[in-house]
């Protein structure tokens, strides 16, 4: 039996300290990359091998905002601040995935600008220590009231 699955960047969010974000740049909304493995193996000299599981789930999430969008303002802003700010990312396609969430997240410079003859885009960069999937979240929700 063959599948057919439907994918539109329209229904990829991603929302910054109670902000959703809007006005990306021409080819990409955002990228999240988990910043380590989540497991490693290690090989004995005879064959035998242990995996270990990582906790450690920092990511960095990389984005680009249109140059004339005012958005940048508020980021910049976010950016001079010693403010932590929470993360969540939705997946609106549901593949599976509804996506993922994180606290204490930071800017970590402000973008760099480019004034040229046509306007471009200022690729922010933001790290977020924990970035959990939402079922996990939702899981540990159901956990801790008895579920």
């Known amino acids: 039996m063959s599948r057919n699955y439907n994918y539109n960047s329209m229904n990829h969010h ?10 990306y740049g021409k080819d990409s909304k955002f ?5 380590g493995d989540f497991r490693s193996l290690q090989v004995g000299v005879e064959g035998n091998s242990t995996t270990s599981e990582r906790h450690e789930r920092s990511a ?3 984005l680009k905002i249109q140059q004339a969008s005012p958005l940048n303002f ?9 403010e932590r700010f929470p993360v969540l990312y939705m997946n609106g396609d549901f593949t599976g995935d509804l ?3 994180g606290e204490n997240a930071f800017i970590t410079k402000e973008a760099d600008t480019d004034v040229a003859a046509d306007s471009g885009d ?6 977020v220590p924990h970035l959990t999937t939402l079922t996990d979240a ?3 929700l159901l956990t801790s009231y008895g579920g």
């Open 14 to 23: 991603l929302v910054v300290n109670g902000i959703r974000l809007i006005d």
């Open 31 to 35: 990228k999240i990359i988990y910043d």
């Open 60 to 62: 960095t999430i990389t």
């Open 74 to 82: 508020v980021l910049e802003r976010m950016a001079h601040s010693k």
């Open 99 to 101: 996506g993922k969430k």
């Open 122 to 127: 200022r690729e922010w960069t933001i790290k």
């Open 138 to 140: 939702a899981i540990d």
